[in-house]
């Protein structure tokens, strides 16, 4: 009939429901990326803030509930006050190059950034079954405290092995040596 509106809405209905299909499409897509590069096996629970006295507690909850494997990791938040004597928070000179992102290249910015904020970290006698020491021991001297690195960080930060970093813990700071690089 003249006047009437039908191609337009045959239109409108076929672009509607192409959309929801694209939609579909690409929540396939994406949950298929996501769960395709999970590990076999993954936590069916996680806790934060387990005060040391309450760990075997946890422990005992979780085996009765039929757990699998428990792995209790302490961990402790610190912040990166100085690196190798120098104060990890200077200011970073206004003319410090940046990359193509805009990002500051240098390694006084990045220890900027790495003493503005908190890290978790833990500590553990053996070495994690997942991790692997690529330079130095994992624990060379008892009479030194040391830290254990994560390779790319320590790049980031410009460190080496000897390198000394001052943390603030909760209630003291701590100068640890860098004794190994995973």
Do not use: C, H
């Not at 970073?92 to 940046?98: D, F, I, L, Q």
């Not at 960080?153 to 001052?166: H, V, Y």
């Amino acid at each position: 009939r003249p006047g009437a509106n039908t191609i337009p809405s045959i239109v409108s209905l076929g672009l509607g429901l192409q959309v929801l299909f694209s939609a579909g499409v690409v929540q396939e897509f994406l949950n298929q990326q996501i769960t395709g590069t999970l590990p076999d096996k993954l936590p069916s629970a996680f806790a934060l803030n387990v005060r040391p006295d309450q760990a075997e507690g946890l422990t005992k909850l979780l085996d009765a509930e039929g757990a699998d494997e428990i792995v209790v990791t302490p961990l402790v938040m610190i912040k990166l006050t100085a690196i190798d004597g120098k104060p990890a928070a200077e200011d970073e000179p206004a003319w410090e190059k940046r990359d193509d992102e805009g990002q500051r290249r240098t390694p006084g910015a990045r220890r900027g950034r790495a003493s503005r904020n908190e890290r978790p970290i833990t500590y553990m006698r053996e070495l994690p079954a997942a991790n692997t020491v690529v330079e130095g021991e994992w624990w060379g001297s008892p009479e030194v405290a040391e830290v254990s690195l994560e390779k790319d960080w320590a790049k980031r930060l410009g460190l080496k092995m000897g390198s000394t970093l001052t943390f603030s813990l909760p209630g003291r700071t701590v100068d640890f040596v860098v004794s190994s690089l995973r």
